[in-house]
């Protein structure tokens, strides 16, 4: 799709999402509480830390693999980054869930159409 | 029972019941279309177990009618949102026109629209995980 690139705003934002990717960014429950966190306001990679028992460094690995994920923008505010939820993101996740049975039927008329090859003309 | 979520979905496939049912009991006619790696023992309480890389499907066989329908229970082992058995997959194959109309539905989804962020997460994160658990095997 033609659409311009997101503004510089989310500059850490990767120009196209995969699919994969934001799968495996919310296959670790931290993420998950850290998205749900930043879901409706941005906040600083300080305050998202203080929300867990686990180090900030570690909290700053899970910030970059969301933001690498495209699940996340950051934006500066003077000396600090702020951090939000991407919905783009969430709607694209949404999207392959609610193609994921219609995406496997297509597969399996495929698989039995090509295992069963049935010509136009029928055979007498 | 809380409300549940459904999906459902549909295809049209020349060929008969007969020949697409299997599909759905046979582990090598299984694989050509969901996962890489399957292992089910289609009886009713038989066990459903289909593998995409590194996640899995789990759960066992509800009830057979051969070539008309299939239920089979559908989870993913450690998921909290979606343990093992935890929805159900009800499948339908219907004759039409020499083909067959194979209908799914899966059940007991957790319910979407909820006004809670906290249920609306679970929720949301719930049906991921059965997507992820399906496996977006592209290419």
Redesign the interface.
């Known amino acids: 799709m033609p659409e311009p690139a997101e503004k510089a705003v989310s500059a850490a934002a990767p120009e196209a999402l995969s699919?994969?990717a934001v799968?495996k960014a919310?296959?670790d429950p931290h993420r998950?509480q850290i998205?749900?966190l930043v879901?409706?306001s941005a906040l600083p990679a300080g305050q998202i830390a203080a929300q867990f028992e686990i180090t900030q460094q570690a909290v700053s690995l899970h910030l970059t693999v969301l933001k690498k994920a495209g699940l996340l923008t950051e934006r500066r505010d003077g000396s600090r980054r702020l951090y939000q939820l991407r919905p783009e993101a969430?709607r694209l996740?949404?999207a392959?869930?609610?193609e994921?049975?219609?995406d496997?039927?297509?597969?399996?008329?495929?698989?039995?159409?090509a295992?069963?090859p049935?010509g136009d003309d029928p055979q007498p | 029972m809380t409300t549940t979520g459904e999906l459902v979905a549909a295809v049209h496939i020349d060929a008969p019941p007969e020949t697409v049912f299997p599909y759905f009991t046979d582990a090598e006619l299984m694989v050509r279309w969901l996962g890489t790696t399957a292992k089910l023992d289609p009886t009713p309480g038989g066990v459903f177990a289909v593998d995409v890389g590194d996640s899995s499907a789990r759960g066992t066989y509800v009830s057979l009618d051969p070539v008309h329908s299939v239920a089979f229970t559908w989870g993913m082992p450690g998921s909290d949102t979606l343990p093992p058995g935890g929805t159900t997959v009800e499948v339908t194959f219907t004759p039409v026109d020499g083909g067959t109309l194979v209908t799914l539905i899966h059940r007991g989804l957790p319910a979407e629209h909820r006004r809670s962020h906290e249920e609306g997460w679970r929720t949301f994160l719930g049906k991921l995980t059965a997507a992820a658990v399906g496996g977006r095997s592209a290419s």
């Open positions: 699919a994969d799968f919310l296959a998950r998205l749900h879901q409706l969430l996740a949404r392959v869930l609610d994921f049975w219609p496997a039927l297509a597969r399996l008329k495929q698989a039995v159409e295992d069963h049935r």
